[in-house]
Nanobody, 121 residues
Framework: QVQLVESGGGLVQAGGSLRLSCAAS????????MGWFRQAPGKEREFVAA????????YYADSVKGRFTIARDNAKNTVYLQMNSLKPEDTAVYYC??????????????WGQGTQVTVSS
């Protein structure tokens, strides 16, 4: 069992930056691939980024490639999402997820409660 708690969301102007964190409980965090997803009002949840259990492989949605960076610290049981050059269309609730495969679909086993990111124009 893994529990995930996101933090770091907030209100930022377009062009600004935020860093999201996702703290995981449990001693098996380093065994899991981690992903970030987001859901905007009235839209389906979509993939943002994923990272393998070792951190050696990362994956990004085209819409965030070059602006967002996913990273993990297995010693701290934490995964991060550094978001730069934010745009109003990045506004959404951001969720972290843990699973066995760093996939771009939503077939992860554990999910956090989400953190709101709002980008003003």
């Amino acid at each position: 069992q893994v529990q995930l708690v996101e933090s770091g969301g907030g209100l930022v102007q377009a062009g600004g930056s935020l860093r999201l964190s996702c703290a995981a409980s449990g001693r098996t965090f380093s065994s899991y691939a981690m992903g970030w997803f987001r859901q905007a009002p009235g839209k389906e949840r979509e993939f943002v980024a994923a990272i393998s259990w070792s951190g050696s492989r990362t994956y990004y949605a085209d819409s965030v490639k070059g602006r967002f960076t996913i990273a993990r610290d297995n010693a701290k049981n934490t995964v991060y999402l550094q978001m730069n050059s934010l745009k109003p269309e990045d506004t959404a609730v951001y969720y972290c997820a843990a699973g066995w495969v760093a996939g771009t679909n939503d077939k992860y086993d554990y999910w956090g409660q989400g953190t709101q990111v709002t980008v003003s124009s």
